[in-house]
């Protein structure tokens, strides 16, 4: 069906930047949103950034004015620039999105897909 695969992750000292990329491939009939979770130990999945296509993207409190989303709507691919990385941003974050599926027994349907994952790690 799509397939989500994410890479950028790593470890960086406080006030430091890392990149996410999120390549979405497979049968995409349509991406109706894509974005961002994160997810702590101990702590539930939160919305980190999402954005609905042809409308603006939506920020945690937490991340406003520090992390950036874009998309290359070319390539399916989106990114999260994180900028003054705080220990509290270490956790999994995990690219979303929403897409119509193009073919097979699914196609037509709006489903949700996820990546797999990428940690990132805030320490000095």
């Known amino acids: 069906q799509v397939q989500l695969v994410e890479s950028g992750g790593g470890l960086v000292q406080p006030g430091g930047s890392l990149r996410l990329s999120c390549a979405a491939s497979g049968s995409i009939f349509s991406i109706n949103a894509m974005g961002w979770y994160r997810q702590a130990p101990g702590e539930e999945r939160e919305l980190v950034a999402a954005h609905t296509s042809g409308e603006t993207t939506n920020y945690a409190d937490s991340v406003k004015g520090r992390f950036t989303f874009s998309r290359d709507n070319a390539k399916n691919t989106v990114y999260l620039q994180m900028n003054s990385l705080k220990p509290e941003d270490t956790a999994v974050y995990y690219c979303?999105?929403?897409?119509?599926?193009?073919?097979?027994?699914?196609?037509?349907?709006?489903?949700?897909?996820w990546g797999q994952g990428t940690q990132v790690t805030v320490s000095s």
């Open positions: 979303y999105t929403i897409a119509v599926v193009a073919e097979g027994e699914k196609a037509g349907y709006e489903l949700n897909f």
